[in-house]
Each structure stands twice: as structure tokens, then as C-alpha cells.
């Protein structure tokens, strides 16, 4: 399961543009929230990093 740390790192790594990322001051509530939108969508889907991270930004 993805976490603020491991999306926080795949963002850093792979996002060109992470302004709104790097100015969040609650980007635990935004994985938290990602997953469980991500969850309910897709639930046949296994949630990576990537999806996480793209959908919390």
C-alpha cells in the first residue's frame, strides 16, 4: 500500500511540475483520500505509487 513517503518520492522523481505537491500542507489527508477514491473506482485495480501520486496532485 502506498505511502505519504513512497508518494512523496515518486512524485520527486518523476513529476516535472509538483507545485501543488511540494505546497501541500496536508499531503497525508490527499494519499489517504487518493487511495479511497482510487479504491472505490477501481476496485480490481492495485494501487501503485504512480496512481496514488498522480491522483493525490
Not at 1 to 20: G, H
Not at 24 to 42: E, G, H, M, P, S
Request: hydrophobic share 40%; glycine share 2%; proline share 4%.
Amino acid at each position: 500500500m502506498p505511502t505519504v513517503e513512497s508518494v512523496d518520492q515518486w512524485i520527486k522523481d518523476n513529476v516535472l511540475d509538483s507545485k501543488a505537491w511540494d505546497d501541500a500542507t496536508k499531503k497525508d489527508i490527499a494519499v489517504v483520500q487518493a487511495r479511497r477514491n482510487l479504491q472505490k473506482w477501481y476496485p480490481e485495480v492495485v494501487l501503485t505509487d504512480e496512481t496514488v501520486g498522480l491522483q493525490a496532485i
